[in-house]
């Protein structure tokens, strides 16, 4: 076993590994702890470089006992695309997009949830639930599917119809309710509570932050064991930031990189911005945000179990929290398509224009290297009709 232990994230109390676990005595996030001596003598450099790529490779430093068997549908790993033209617009160099939109179901939520329906199968676990604004729904069913596990999804009433569509094709069952997240949460709680599902909502069992940490791992890897001055990142539970946090940290324990990190920079929209809200305050935690509203409904999460540690990871980077605005959306997903012809999802798009915000205030430099994530894939979102009507029988070439 590489795993020693778990850990209260508030507390530091320590709990077994080889069970399932959901939150920590005090109510918080637990996170896994491997043993660093043991994982340094197989995880290096060279190692690394034989290996088939994807997030397996960094199966010393994954939850999955050694001969357990992954629930894969074969995660790669993901590119990062330069935005040379976006770049180039606004003065800068080196601008980055780790495009996650490659993922199976298209997004990022399959890392986390081909780790959590591992160790959920790996504990013999038979039925899973989670509440979703629609990707995190997706995965779980789509991975649920593989592991032969039942699945219960429950979506606030504006989670895109692709997303719930997609979530019932592969076999979930699914509701669409009339509340935000948080208020789905509940239900999902008091199944758990009854045993009639394990519940797989994010940060409140242990794995899917170890599946979105490899994001991390990978990114440094590709950098060539650098990491970059600045990460963008759309925080809505803030899984991903928190896991590459720990990633960061993990990195430096088994001697892969040094105690240098990059500045992480938590993006929400406007309409939906806790964490900006106590970032701004000074405050350790989160208050709930009322009337949350955006049309990147991937960040579009009024509470967040882990808000704690979003705003530790950000401050102890030297990074911030920075809120954009709907029009700045939707404008930084029109841009990156046009110029770049790269087409980010709406939370990638918020991620775009909080760089712009980032630099007009002077908190990110020209020729700083800057990562951006793409956390979905842009076509699983409803899209303007730019075209126009063509009637053939009375149309001629020198129209068009
Ligand atoms: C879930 C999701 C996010 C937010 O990720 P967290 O790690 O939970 O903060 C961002 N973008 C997209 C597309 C998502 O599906």
């Known amino acids: ?5 778990l850990e209260c994230s508030l507390t530091g109390e320590r709990y077994p590994a080889g069970q399932p676990h959901n939150l920590s005595a005090a109510g918080k996030p637990l996170l896994v702890r491997y043993d660093h001596e043991r994982v340094r003598t197989s995880l290096t450099r060279e190692t690394l470089a034989e290996r088939p790529a994807g997030m397996w490779k960094w199966r010393e430093l994954l939850p999955l006992p050694e001969g357990g068997e992954p629930v894969s549908l074969g995660e790669p790993e993901t590119p990062i695309v330069a935005l040379a033209n976006t770049a180039g617009r606004a003065g800068a160099t080196s601008l980055l997009v780790k ?3 490659r993922l199976p179901t298209g997004s990022f939520k399959a890392r986390g949830l081909a780790m959590a329906t591992s160790m959920a199968r790996h504990f013999g676990i038979k039925s899973v639930a989670l509440p979703t604004n629609g990707n995190a729904g997706a995965a779980l069913a789509a991975y649920a599917a593989r592991a032969g596990m039942e699945a219960i999804v429950v979506c606030p009433a504006e989670t895109p119809e692709i997303n719930v569509r997609e979530t019932a094709a592969y076999g979930a069952r699914v509701w669409v309710a009339d509340g935000q997240i948080d208020e789905c949460g509940r239900l999902i709680r008091e199944g758990a509570a009854e045993e009639r599902w ?13 599946g979105k940490k490899v994001m991390g791992f990978e990114l440094v890897e590709q950098l060539g064991w650098k990491v970059p001055d600045a990460i963008f990142y759309p925080t809505g539970g803030g899984t991903g930031l928190i896991g590459m946090w720990k990633a960061f940290d993990e990195l430096e324990a088994v001697g892969l990189i040094g105690p240098e990190r990059p500045r992480m920079y938590a993006i929400q929209a406007a309409g939906c ?4 809200r106590a970032f701004e305050r000074g405050d350790e935690s989160a208050e709930r945000w009322e ?5 990147a409904t991937g960040i579009r999460v009024p509470s967040a179990v882990g808000d704690f540690l979003i705003l530790r990871a950000v401050r102890e980077s030297g990074g911030a929290a920075i809120a954009v605005e709907e029009q700045d959306i939707l404008q930084a997903v029109e841009d990156a398509a046009r110029d770049d012809g790269m087409l980010l999802c709406p939370e990638g798009g918020a991620v775009l224009a909080g760089w712009r915000s980032a630099q007009e205030r002077g908190l990110v430099a020209r020729h700083e290297t800057v990562l951006l994530f793409n956390c979905a894939n842009g076509n699983k979102y409803p899209l303007t ?16």
């Open 198 to 210: 394990f519940d797989c909502s994010t940060l409140k069992e242990p794995y899917r932050l170890e």
């Open 1 to 5: 076993m590489y795993v020693t232990h």
């Open 99 to 101: 495009d996650e939109g």
């Open 385 to 400: 009709d730019r075209s126009r009507r063509l009637e053939l029988a009375s149309a001629t070439a020198s129209m068009l």
């Open 273 to 276: 911005a806790p964490i900006v």
């Open 291 to 295: 009337g949350a509203a955006t049309v």
